[in-house]
């Protein structure tokens, strides 16, 4: 049987690690595309979530 567990995208990410997948230095532009609609993220308690599937729109949208 294959594992399959490497292969599982996240639903979300938090604000830092989406920062990290983009390849930005800090959150800041995360931030920055989050309240300009670029892409979508959810606040649970302190912090924002981030869309994986949203993204993967981004980037492949740029």
């Keep these: 049987m294959q594992s399959y567990i490497g292969a599982v995208e996240p639903l979300s990410v938090t604000v830092t690690q989406a920062a990290e997948l983009l390849g930005f230095k800090d959150a800041k532009s995360v931030y920055r ?5 670029y892409i979508r993220a959810r606040k649970s308690g302190r912090i924002y979530l981030v869309s994986y599937a949203s993204l993967k729109s981004y980037v492949e949208g740029r």
């Design 33 to 37: 595309l989050i309240h300009e609609g």
